[in-house]
């Protein structure tokens, strides 16, 4: 556990805020009281402030009254810190001056000195980026623990004996980072995303490369990184060849040799719900890429496969499908699912591409599989588009459905 008896003497007899109880904060509020740190702590659903209770906070709606009298509000990264409207309890705790932060900022400045970070960031592959390299260092003997937005949240990782800490970090959580930088940052990409959030494409470029803030060197690219990587990685598509470039890069400025690094990509088996192949059946693959929630990781996956028949469409949102026209002639047929069906089909209709509205999960997949299997080749490929809040409760429930779902043919 990460000392924070520093930080509980700064606090001296005021107590930290704590607003939004899911994973992060509650592991948040559980590391502070184990130093005697007063916590107060809201959340709208009330199961999840018995919980926090349960750690030892008090729960209390944190108006601007209340926050006045705290040290530090630390809030979760879903919350709206300034797009479409900062959220009522943004406001409180500016007004009463406090700082505000997440708990991978409060994480950073009490970590040990020994304590190397990795920062991993970018619209699309950050999590299997950080997975993989997690994997590699682990592969080369190299203690080292991966979570921020992936997997653990930063107070529940041990790294006690560890070397090296690989955090995902969206864009929400670099917002919540003032002073946080890593030792080695990694910017995978950057497309549109998150808009809403962020106000403008150039409010989102700029919590991005917040991720660089004070780094004293940025390596760009090398002349035969491509090369070196193509020959090891057995993951599908451009964009992982990408990943492993970049786990490649950060692997070699840790001091590591770039022939152990090769190997230990070659073993990595990827990550559920991206271009996870689920089964194969009769010569048909049935791939889980629930986590395409955007235009640009959908397109990735279908230039990834021939002769797709594409299970599609989530939540409604204004995306401009364009970028994926070029990728359209793979697709045998596509199964439409979810609020965007309607829309998705004018637009595939407009493509001349074949398609069926069928609702639910199990329809779509039903009838991919069948005529997937009357061609006897092919892939069916769950690569939505769009967030799954429509019909499931997250990226990882739809693809845990589609996968049961294949299990079952």
């Given at each position: 556990?990460?000392?924070?008896?520093?930080?509980?003497?700064?606090?001296?007899?005021?107590?930290?805020?704590?607003?939004?109880?899911?994973?992060?904060?509650l592991s948040t509020i559980k590391a502070l009281r184990a130093f005697g740190i007063e916590v107060l702590a809201w959340d709208d659903r009330e199961e999840a402030r018995n919980e926090a209770e349960a750690l030892g906070a008090t729960c209390t709606e944190l108006d601007q009254a209340v926050l006045q009298n705290c040290a530090t509000l630390i809030?979760?990264?879903?919350?709206?810190?300034?797009?479409?409207?900062?959220?009522?309890?943004?406001?409180?705790?500016?007004?009463?001056?406090?700082?505000?932060?997440?708990?991978?900022?409060?994480?950073?400045?009490?970590?040990?000195?020994?304590?190397?970070?990795?920062?991993?960031?970018?619209?699309?592959?950050?999590?299997?980026?950080?997975?993989?390299?997690?994997?590699?260092?682990?592969?080369?003997?190299i203690s080292a623990v991966m979570g921020g937005n992936i997997g653990r949240a930063v107070f529940d990782l041990d790294v006690e004996n560890v070397k090296v800490a690989v955090l995902e970090l969206s864009s929400y959580q670099l917002d919540l980072c003032p002073s946080f930088t890593p030792d080695i940052a990694v910017l995978l990409n950057i497309?549109?995303?998150?808009?809403?959030?962020?106000?403008?494409?150039?409010?989102?470029?700029?919590?991005?490369?917040?991720?660089?803030?004070?780094?004293?060197?940025?390596?760009?690219?090398?002349?035969?990184?491509?090369?070196?990587?193509?020959?090891?990685?057995?993951?599908?598509?451009?964009?992982?060849?990408?990943?492993?470039?970049?786990?490649?890069?950060?692997?070699?400025?840790?001091?590591?040799?770039?022939?152990?690094?090769?190997?230990?990509?070659?073993?990595?088996?990827?990550?559920?719900?991206?271009?996870?192949?689920?089964?194969?059946?009769?010569?048909?693959?049935?791939?889980?890429?629930?986590?395409?929630?955007?235009?640009?990781?959908?397109?990735?996956?279908?230039?990834?496969?021939?002769?797709?028949?594409?299970?599609?469409?989530?939540?409604?949102?204004?995306?401009?499908?364009?970028?994926?026209?070029?990728?359209?002639?793979?697709?045998?047929?596509?199964?439409?699912?979810?609020?965007?069906?309607?829309?998705?089909?004018?637009?595939?209709?407009?493509?001349?591409?074949?398609?069926?509205?069928?609702?639910?999960?199990?329809?779509?997949?039903?009838?991919?599989?069948?005529?997937?299997?009357?061609?006897?080749?092919?892939?069916?490929?769950?690569?939505?588009?769009?967030?799954?809040?429509?019909?499931?409760?997250?990226?990882?429930?739809?693809?845990?459905?589609?996968?049961?779902?294949?299990?079952?043919?």
């Amino acid at each position: 556990m990460i000392d924070l008896s520093k930080f509980a003497e700064q606090c001296g007899q005021k107590p930290v805020a704590v607003f939004g109880l899911a994973r992060s904060g509650l592991s948040t509020i559980k590391a502070l009281r184990a130093f005697g740190i007063e916590v107060l702590a809201w959340d709208d659903r009330e199961e999840a402030r018995n919980e926090a209770e349960a750690l030892g906070a008090t729960c209390t709606e944190l108006d601007q009254a209340v926050l006045q009298n705290c040290a530090t509000l630390i809030l979760a990264p879903g919350v709206p810190l300034h797009f479409p409207a900062p959220h009522p309890v943004v406001k409180a705790a500016r007004a009463a001056d406090i700082e505000i932060i997440c708990d991978v900022e409060l994480f950073s400045r009490y970590a040990s000195k020994d304590l190397k970070f990795v920062g991993i960031t970018g619209t699309n592959g950050k999590s299997t980026t950080t997975a993989l390299l997690e994997h590699v260092l682990k592969s080369c003997g190299i203690s080292a623990v991966m979570g921020g937005n992936i997997g653990r949240a930063v107070f529940d990782l041990d790294v006690e004996n560890v070397k090296v800490a690989v955090l995902e970090l969206s864009s929400y959580q670099l917002d919540l980072c003032p002073s946080f930088t890593p030792d080695i940052a990694v910017l995978l990409n950057i497309t549109p995303d998150h808009l809403d959030r962020h106000g403008s494409m150039e409010n989102y470029i700029a919590a991005k490369n917040r991720i660089f803030r004070e780094v004293d060197q940025i390596q760009i690219n090398m002349p035969d990184i491509d090369d070196r990587v193509c020959v090891c990685t057995n993951m599908k598509g451009d964009h992982n060849l990408q990943n492993a470039t970049a786990a490649l890069l950060v692997c070699e400025a840790l001091g590591l040799a770039a022939d152990q690094v090769l190997e230990a990509i070659k073993t990595f088996p990827g990550l559920a719900h991206r271009q996870y192949l689920v089964r194969e059946i009769g010569g048909v693959l049935y791939v889980n890429d629930s986590k395409a929630t955007n235009v640009e990781s959908a397109s990735k996956a279908l230039a990834s496969y021939d002769d797709i028949f594409w299970i599609a469409g989530g939540q409604i949102h204004n995306d401009d499908l364009k970028p994926l026209e070029e990728h359209l002639h793979e697709i045998r047929h596509a199964y439409l699912i979810g609020e965007t069906s309607e829309k998705l089909s004018r637009w595939l209709d407009n493509n001349q591409i074949e398609n069926t509205i069928c609702g639910t999960m199990k329809i779509a997949l039903e009838k991919a599989h069948s005529d997937a299997q009357e061609n006897k080749f092919g892939v069916v490929l769950l690569s939505p588009i769009y967030k799954s809040f429509d019909q499931f409760k997250s990226f990882e429930h739809r693809g845990d459905v589609f996968a049961t779902l294949v299990e079952s043919l």
